[in-house]
Structures are given as C-alpha cells and as structure tokens.
C-alpha cells in the first residue's frame, strides 16, 4: 500500500528528511537538562532510568516497549520524565524510519526496475505492480500509473493482486488531481479480502472520503485477517496503520505493529526451482515514521505540562513539530524555552539554530543565515552546535559556506568521540551534494573504529546514509556488513538487504535466490 504523507519535514520537494540529525547527543542533553529540572534520582530498576539507558544504547523498541508498558504504574511525580523520555525514543524512532524509506526507495527502484525490465521465461510478473507502487512512492504518479496499467494488462493476473492493481492505479489518480477517476478505480473493487479492504480504507482516509468511514473499515479488515491463515499480512500493516494516525489512534496502531515480525515480505514469487523473489511494502517505514513521530508529540505535549520538565520538553517539542511540518508550533514551543532563566546557554544556542531554520522555512531566508553565522562564531567553539547548523542547511539544501569552512577546520583540529557529531554533520552535508568521496571520509571519521558496526557505539541514521553512501559507489559488501549489523536491532532493514543483495548478484551474474549475510 502507499503512504500518505502526513508529515511533510517542511523540505523542498525530492529533498532530504532530518533523520541524520539525531546524532546530536539528545540524551547527553535530556540528562544536562534534568539537572536543571531537578528530576528525583531513582533505582536502576526504575523504568524510566532503564529505558534512558536502552534509548543510549539504541535500542530503540526495547526502550518503547519498557516504558510504555510500565507507564501507568508510575509515580504521579515521575509521569513528566516518563512521558519525556518516552517522546524521545519515539522520535529518535521516527527520524530513522524516514531515513530508512529514504534508503529503501533508492535501493529498491534500482531493484525493481531491473526486475521489470527482464525478459525471458523466468521474468516477474509481480514486479510492474510493486515498481508501480514504488514510483508512488517517490512522487512521480504518471509513470506509477503507466507501470501498473502495464501490470493489469497482463494475462493470468489472479483477483487479489489484481484488486491491489486497481486501488494503486486510483491513487495515482487521485495524487494527479483527477479523483473522478481514482472513485471509478475503487467502485470496481469488490468482496471483502481484507489486505484489498485494508488498501481501500487507506485510500479513502487519503482522500478524505469520510462518508466511507475509513477507520471502520479498516478495523474490518484487522477482524478479519485475523481469522485466517497466517493472520494479518503486511499490505494491511502499510495500509491500515496511516488510517489510525490520521484518525488519532496511536495507541491503537502502535500495539498493532507490536504483533508483527517487521523482517516479513508481503509476497513471494516463485519462478522455477532454483529462483524466489521476494516483495515488501515500501510505503511501510514511512508510515512507522509517522507513527512514531505522533507518538512523540503527544508524549512530549503530556511532558510540558510538568513544571519540572516543561523546559527541556519543550526543546524536544519544538523539534518534533518542526519535523512534523507544524513551524508556528515550533517556534512556539522553543521560544518558551528560549525564555527559560535556567536553561544553560550552549543548549539555547542550539535551539536559537533551530529557531533559525524555522525562520528560513517561513520565508525570512536572510535572516536566517544571518543567525547561523552568527551562532557559527561562538566562543568556545561547541562543535554539536556547528553540527546542528549543518545539519539544517543540508536538510534545507542551503548552501552555508561560512559554517561548513568553520566546522571542516574545527573538525580538522579535533580529535576523540567530542567531534563524532561534527564529522557525521559534515558527511551528511557532502552527501547532499553528491560529493560521495567526501561524504564516506567525513562519516568513518564520526564511526566509532573499535566497534564500527555496532548500534550501542554509533547512530544507526548516520549508519543509513554510510551504507547509502557505499551503496552508490558500489561497495556491496561495506553496505551489507552495516545493514547485516542494524537488523539485529531494526528488522525492517530486511527490505534495503534484500534489494542491494539482489543488485549485487544481477551485477556479478549470480543464479538462485537471493541471501543476506
């Protein structure tokens, strides 16, 4: 199913999400933060010290799941930290996610349109309707609708896929701007499978259709992929989790994700004995993004109404709305703690460069790089902060030449896990602009050469656009071994593995099934 992109990042179209930003030291801070809060100290069991501890460790689902669970039965008088706490996993959590679509897009379109250009008697039939899907994805709707036109227009297609055909080629229609014609392909889809309900609920909910009730017919098509054979599918996964954001229903959502083994493929293909493709849904990791991004303004929303919190809350919720898309309630919630007599002045400085790029997405462009250039000459250099400004212009595409020459020489000059931050921000910075080399040299410098795949000792977003970076220049092997390492924590890899494995073994003419390291 296709995502409906609900948050929008605040980008120029086709540009980058913020996920390599989250190498800034958000617990290092959260922890600076609460001595200013004055949160009580507890016992290594407490819950929201262990799952403090996961989210340094990256383990992002274990550190969800502790504190999630144990939320209620704690203290009155703990419930902001927890709440803040929590806000912070699920961000940390919706930032890798949009850089994991970012990657899966890239990879898999190379993939998929290998495995539809192919031509023999071993060619994928299934392979028009998920490429089509996939161009969905990125934005170019009329070549989608072409590949899936081409897809339905093939003998011996059976009822199921056929039916998904239909409601991909409606959304098309419907993201080209002729909805007459996305209505006409939905009213021909008929009975009551429940991955094509799932699809139509989605679809509905995208277009507003409320006289369809969406939402009930979503949770129709959960009832009854319940009562078959292996359960719910990962179509309806895709397709009925952005149906729950939209209606409000993140708890709901998030305890449906829960049931699943998020490594699992939504169809497999059989061609012959020695030949098995598998497809996923690529519209699914920004969907989780989303998802966990609301999970974390409403974590963050019940945080600020804690006065011992409210501070340091609100520099995660300024930054949660920002990459939500929701500027005005960004610089709402960072003017309040800018206005914090207690906030040290490093950290304000971060959020003034915050507010600054808030600025340059309300049109006060001018101002904005002022502010970075400004924020740039700060006594003692703070590297995280130089971080922070580059990360911005990257994400923006602007070209900040004073902060990147400032942040190169102090790079440069320093040495120690200090400056691991910077180097990634530098990387990230040369990778938007397709100055691969660079980008590669500057990110091994933020790597962590004694445990250089390992999440506990690096930022797995950082990992994402290293393994990007290694990908385009065809280094297989240093882009798997990454991926190989992630998906002992992030299954949901199992979608960017399966690709590159697949282009590495079309590229060097390897024969059978496709296998991950």
């Known amino acids: 199913?296709?995502?409906?992109?609900?948050?929008?990042?605040?980008?120029?179209?086709?540009?980058?999400?913020?996920?390599?930003?989250?190498?800034?030291?958000?617990?290092?801070?959260?922890?600076?933060?609460?001595?200013?809060?004055?949160?009580?100290?507890?016992?290594?069991?407490?819950?929201?010290?262990?799952?403090?501890?996961?989210?340094?460790?990256?383990?992002?689902?274990?550190?969800?799941?502790?504190?999630?669970?144990?939320?209620?039965?704690?203290?009155?008088?703990?419930?902001?930290?927890?709440?803040?706490?929590?806000?912070?996993?699920?961000?940390?959590?919706?930032?890798?996610?949009?850089e994991l679509h970012q990657a899966s897009l890239a990879v898999n379109a190379d993939y998929l349109k290998r495995l539809d250009a192919a031509r023999g008697g071993s060619r994928s039939r299934a392979a028009g309707l998920y490429y089509g899907e996939l161009l969905l994805e990125t934005g170019k709707h009329d070549l989608a609708a072409r590949e899936i036109e081409q897809f339905l227009a093939t003998a011996d297609i059976d009822e199921k896929q056929r039916a998904f055909g239909k409601i991909s080629l409606g959304i098309a229609a419907l993201r080209s701007g002729d909805r007459k014609k996305a209505e006409g392909q939905w009213s021909d889809v008929l009975g009551d499978e429940p991955d094509a309900l799932a699809m139509l609920a989605a679809a509905y909910s995208e277009a507003g259709m409320n006289d369809k009730n969406p939402l009930a017919l979503a949770e129709k098509s959960v009832a009854q992929a319940k009562k078959r054979r292996g359960g719910p599918g990962m179509r309806l996964l895709a397709s009925?989790?952005?149906?729950?954001?939209?209606?409000?229903?993140?708890?709901?959502?998030?305890?449906?994700v829960a049931e699943y083994d998020l490594k699992s493929y939504s169809y497999k293909e059989v061609l012959g004995r020695s030949k098995v493709i598998y497809f996923y849904e690529y519209s699914l990791l920004q969907s989780l993004s989303n998802l966990y991004l609301?999970?974390?303004i409403a974590s963050f929303e019940r945080a600020v109404q804690d006065p011992k919190v409210r501070d340091t809350a609100s520099y995660y919720l300024g930054a949660a709305y920002s990459m939500a898309g929701d500027i005005d309630q960004s610089m709402k919630a960072l003017t309040a703690f800018l206005a914090s007599p207690q906030m040290p002045q490093q950290f304000k400085d971060r959020a003034a460069a915050r507010q600054a790029t808030n600025q340059y997405q309300k049109g006060k462009q001018l101002d904005a790089v002022s502010m970075w250039d400004e924020l740039s000459d700060r006594q003692p250099v703070d590297p995280d902060l130089l971080a922070e400004i580059l990360f911005a212009c990257g994400r923006l595409q602007v070209d900040c030449p004073k902060v990147l020459k400032k942040a190169a020489a102090v790079a440069e000059d320093g040495d120690g896990r200090r400056y691991a931050t910077l180097n990634i921000a530098l990387g990230r910075y040369h990778l938007g602009k397709k100055d691969l080399a660079r980008a590669a040299s500057y990110m091994e410098a933020g790597r962590d050469k004694s445990n250089k795949n390992k999440i506990e000792s690096n930022d797995p977003a950082?990992?994402?656009?290293?393994?990007?970076?290694?990908?385009?220049?065809?280094?297989?092997?240093?882009?798997?071994?990454?991926?190989?390492?992630?998906?002992?924590?992030?299954?949901?890899?199992?979608?960017i593995q399966e690709a590159m494995q697949g282009i590495y073994s079309m590229e060097h003419k390897s024969a059978g099934d496709v296998k991950i390291l």
């Open 294 to 296: 609301k999970a974390a």
């Open 240 to 256: 009925v989790v952005p149906v729950y954001v939209k209606a409000g229903r993140i708890d709901q959502a998030l305890s449906l």
């Open 462 to 495: 950082m990992f994402v656009n290293l393994a990007g970076t290694y990908f385009r220049t065809k280094q297989f092997s240093e882009a798997l071994e990454i991926y190989f390492e992630m998906s002992k924590q992030f299954p949901e890899v199992r979608q």
């Open 1 to 98: 199913m296709i995502s409906q992109h609900v948050f929008q990042d605040g980008v120029v179209p086709g540009g980058r999400s913020s996920g390599a930003a989250s190498a800034i030291k958000w617990c290092g801070l959260a922890l600076v933060l609460w001595g200013f809060a004055a949160v009580p100290a507890q016992g290594a069991e407490d819950p929201v010290t262990l799952a403090m501890k996961l989210l340094e460790q990256r383990h992002y689902g274990q550190a969800a799941a502790t504190l999630r669970t144990a939320l209620p039965s704690i203290d009155q008088a703990r419930q902001g930290a927890a709440h803040l706490t929590l806000g912070m996993i699920y961000q940390r959590t919706a930032e890798l996610h949009r």
